[in-house]
């Protein structure tokens, strides 16, 4: 299996690994020889918890480099009356008779809270490549749906002011 990702997320992984290796790694070994030197490891919390930071660092190291390895780039182009990557869309929620402001993205960029989701989310799927005034079914599981119309459409692009999931 393959990301969709865009070089922006991938030059955005590539930054966070150099820091990650040029800045935290290095703490993370310092923190544990100094935690070390604090006496009986079986008691040592400071050495435990030295050692489970340098463990989620290592970890998402290799996060990132198996999401580079098994990324597929895409460009983030689309007509300029449909829904597209990176454009920010007013979509009516008939059901609840409620508008939203949603932002399309890559799912290494999204953030549900912000009103940022994937391409990918059930919500993204439904309405890429759909116009002004187009209905969509949103299908969440077998048997639950609902429609949604796209009022409007601004084009956006692919720009690294939005930051990548960190965990």
Not at 145 to 155: A, F, G, H, L, N
């Amino acid at each position: 299996m393959y990301n969709e990702l865009t070089e922006v997320d991938i030059q955005k992984m590539q930054e966070e690994i150099e820091y990650r290796l040029r800045v935290v790694r290095p703490k993370c070994v310092e923190d544990l020889k100094t935690a070390r030197g604090f006496g009986d490891l079986s008691e040592n919390y400071e050495y435990k918890a030295a050692k489970q930071e340098l463990r989620r660092c290592d970890s998402r190291l290799r996060y990132l480099r198996k999401m580079i390895d098994t990324a597929r780039v895409i460009k983030a182009d689309s007509a300029a009356d449909q829904v597209g990557l990176f454009d920010t869309v007013d979509v009516y929620f008939e059901d609840e008779g409620e508008t939203e402001r949603l932002r399309i993205v890559t799912t290494l960029r999204e953030d549900v809270m912000q009103g940022i989701i994937s391409k990918d989310s059930p919500v993204g799927r439904a309405i890429m490549g759909k116009r002004v005034g187009d209905r969509a079914v949103v299908r969440v599981s077998d048997g639950v749906s609902y429609t949604v119309r796209i009022d409007k459409i601004e084009k956006g692009s692919d720009d690294d002011s939005l930051p990548i999931h960190t965990f």
